[in-house]
């Protein structure tokens, strides 16, 4: 009685796990309406000034000066009105499945409606000084166009002896690497302090979302550190002091960050929001040491912009190369990261030898199963053991049903002499809960995830199952509910779990028993909006340990059946 009370508590414990995203599935991105404020280039305050109505980006920037910026994977074009970051597409990926949909545009000027940009300047430590500003309009070379063989050189000049260049430079993915020098032709020597921001429109973009982290984000020599949107206000400003780092605004895929080049230095990260509207505007910035330029001297500060998608070797590889303190954690691995993390390497580099991503968590199943091929055996010998004891089992309820503790006591007693352990009935499970959670969160925040296809109708592995039993899958032009989403996995899954279920010993309380029955029913449903990777993982894994154990039990009887009978 206690096994069975422990299974079915587990087995009850993973439905309210699963119930919870099924009924309360991650809100959609909220798309920000029409921004009304402008932010200083200063990280030392937000909003200065109106704007008039929103335009269209195609408008703005056809309205501003510009460089083009053209490589394999990005296309846009950086405002030279203050430099900015503000009109950036990702070549590589779309809003919808089809190649054909729109490019991700990452990066939006701030009067389009949907501000979202990177800035780079300067503050002077005496005011009377003028550095560039959110206005100055940068000098270019004409025809000048970045790409990742031809870095772009930008120059101004303030008129009191400074004249300030600024070099940018993008590598064959999504990084930009800005060199800033000033020439100082003045008399005096001259202070300034570095900074780079990033600033995007409110309100919060995407709400956060209990599988991953979506927001303020940044890395500093004391670890991560996440501040949530709604957290941030503008009188007191989130602020960190780090040797080195970075802070940005991470989403699901993608991720806007700032960092300075010299890892090794003083900064202070800080987030903040301009006001306490559903309009305002959300910030992060780090501002650098200062920097003294003598007279007739030269200097400057260099730093990196990231736009692009969290490709986690790419991330990784940026973190080590370059040396951004925690930059891994942009992909948010959770708790179990030192489980999740191997789960996605180990897909990936199968991923590279058959080229599927579906292929690959199917023989990721079959790995685990021969991980813990010795401990399931245990469990399954143990579970037919169990079978075989149930007739005396249901006699000693029989005989001692009015009094519980003698029961409880024969039991236990029979379950030592048929060398029953009741918590290895609880094994099988137990061992593919960390996995199925891992595997999970891996198909649910890695981008390359993402519009993998299986074969047949599944064509986005970290999608639901498209298809439909209630319009018979497809056959009947009517697209079901939400809560009527069953795929043909889901039911492949369910099919499997009855199966399963059946070479399992039977509870002996009717209740339980009718409970349990429902459960592949209840299961299904919740799977209908789960991504289909982990359907089909979970199906294979039940079809696995159906086959395993129909192997153990039919051994175990042919054993049994060799024995010498008693005179």
């Not at 570095?194 to 991953?212: C, D, E, K, M, Q």
């Not at 501040?227 to 040797?243: A, G, I, R």
């Not at 789960?530 to 154990?549: C, D, E, K, M, R």
Request: with cysteine; net charge neutral; aromatic share 12%.
């Amino acid at each position: 009685m206690e096994q069975r009370n422990l299974v079915l508590a587990i087995a009850l414990s993973l439905a309210i796990l699963l119930g919870f995203q099924y009924f309360f599935p991650p809100p959609k991105p909220v798309i920000p309406p029409a921004s009304t404020e402008a932010s200083t280039s200063s990280p030392a305050a937000l909003v200065t000034n109106k704007l008039a109505a929103a335009l269209s980006t195609e408008a703005v920037n056809a309205a501003t000066p510009r460089v083009p910026i053209k490589t394999v994977r990005l296309t846009g074009s950086i405002n030279l009105a203050g430099a900015r970051f503000d009109d950036l597409s990702l070549r590589d990926y779309h809003e919808e499945l089809s190649p054909k949909s729109p490019d991700i545009r990452l990066l939006t000027p701030e009067s389009s409606g949907n501000a979202y940009f990177a800035e780079q300047g300067w503050i002077a430590k005496d005011p009377s000084i003028k550095v560039p500003s959110s206005s100055t309009i940068w000098q270019a070379p004409a025809g000048a166009v970045l790409t990742s063989t031809s870095p772009v050189t930008l120059t101004w000049d303030n008129g009191q002896g400074l004249r300030f260049n600024r070099e940018i430079s993008i590598d064959q993915n999504f990084m930009f690497s800005v060199k800033d020098t000033v020439t100082n032709s003045g008399s005096k020597p001259v202070t300034l302090l570095p900074f780079s921001l990033v600033s995007r429109g409110g309100p919060a973009p995407i709400s956060n979302n209990w599988i991953s982290y979506e927001g303020p984000i940044g890395g500093f020599d004391g670890g991560a550190r996440e501040v949530k949107y709604k957290d941030l206000n503008s009188e007191t400003p989130v602020e960190q002091q780090s040797q080195g780092g970075w802070v940005g605004f991470t989403d699901k895929y993608w991720l806007v960050a700032v960092a300075p080049q010299q890892q090794n230095a003083p900064i202070t990260g800080r987030f903040t929001r301009s006001d306490a509207t559903e309009a305002a505007k959300f910030q992060v910035d780090w501002l650098g040491r200062e920097v003294t330029i003598a007279s007739g001297a030269v200097d400057g500060n260099a730093s990196y912009v990231f736009a692009g998608a969290k490709e986690v070797k790419l991330i990784d590889g940026y973190a080590l190369s370059l040396g951004l303190l925690h930059f891994d954690t942009a992909v948010d691995w959770g708790w179990f990261y030192f489980l999740t993390k191997p789960i996605f390497y180990l897909l990936d580099y199968i991923n590279q030898h058959v080229g599927n991503f579906g292929i690959a968590i199917l023989l990721l199943t079959v790995i685990v199963k021969i991980l813990f091929f010795p401990l399931a055996n245990r469990a399954y010998e143990n579970m037919f053991k169990m079978k075989q004891i149930q007739p005396e089992l249901a006699a000693l309820k029989e005989k001692f049903g009015d009094d519980k503790l003698r029961l409880n006591q024969e039991m236990m007693a029979l379950n030592k002499k048929a060398g029953v352990n009741p918590l290895l009935g609880c094994l099988p499970i137990m061992l593919q809960i960390p996995v199925f959670f891992s595997l999970y969160k891996v198909l649910f925040v890695t981008i390359e995830m993402r519009h993998a296809a299986f074969y047949g109708w599944v064509h986005d592995l970290s999608a639901p199952d498209p298809t439909s039993l209630f319009n018979l899958f497809g056959l009947i032009p009517w697209t079901p509910p939400h809560a009527l989403a069953i795929g043909a996995w889901p039911l492949i899954y369910c099919i499997t779990m009855f199966v399963q279920q059946k070479m399992q010993p039977p509870m002996p309380d009717p209740v339980q028993q009718r409970m349990m029955l429902f459960m592949p029913i209840m299961f299904t449903f919740m799977m209908g909006s789960f991504p289909a990777g982990l359907v089909i993982y979970w199906s294979w894994n039940n079809a696995l340990t159906i086959s395993q154990q129909w192997f153990i039990t039919r051994r175990l009887k042919q054993k049994q059946s060799q024995r010498p009978v008693a005179a």
